[in-house]
Nanobody, 126 residues
Framework: QVQLRESGGGSVQSGDSLKLSCAAS????????MGWFRQAPGKEREFVAC?????????YAEESLKGRFTVSRDNAKNTVYLLMNSLKPDDTAIYYC??????????????????WGQGTQVTVSS
């Protein structure tokens, strides 16, 4: 059974940093495009970033996120990360990781991802 488990969320102040982790069990992520999404209260789940299977390509939802967020992965640990700097109250959401097996180009639609974690809450106060 495939499981993705996010960790690293929490309550922080505006300007702080957090590093989220997504650890997989039950299958290897080595061939998967991995994505991060977030969902704020009352809003739809939105794409944040993704990283290619070999870790050499990253794609972000918008330039403003690229300057503050960094996605990375360690295939030896079967883990993907999202480093979030200069956090803002608008970043408050549940953050999810997801896997898209075999995909070789950036994928932003949640429906294209096969496996999902349960999410980790990030709350940023001003």
């Amino acid at each position: 059974q495939v499981q993705l488990r996010e960790s690293g969320g929490g309550s922080v102040q505006s300007g702080d940093s957090l590093k989220l982790s997504c650890a997989a069990s039950g299958r290897s992520l080595v061939d998967d495009l991995m994505g991060w999404f977030r969902q704020a209260p009352g809003k739809e789940r939105e794409f944040v970033a993704c990283i290619s299977a070999n870790g050499l390509s990253e794609f972000y939802a918008e330039e403003s996120l690229k300057g503050r967020f960094t996605v990375s992965r360690d295939n030896a640990k079967n883990t993907v990360y999202l480093l979030m700097n200069s956090l803002k109250p608008d970043d408050t959401a549940i953050y999810y990781c997801a896997a898209a097996p075999g995909r070789t180009v950036p994928v932003v639609s949640p429906s294209e991802y096969n496996y999902w974690g349960q999410g980790t809450q990030v709350t940023v106060s001003s």
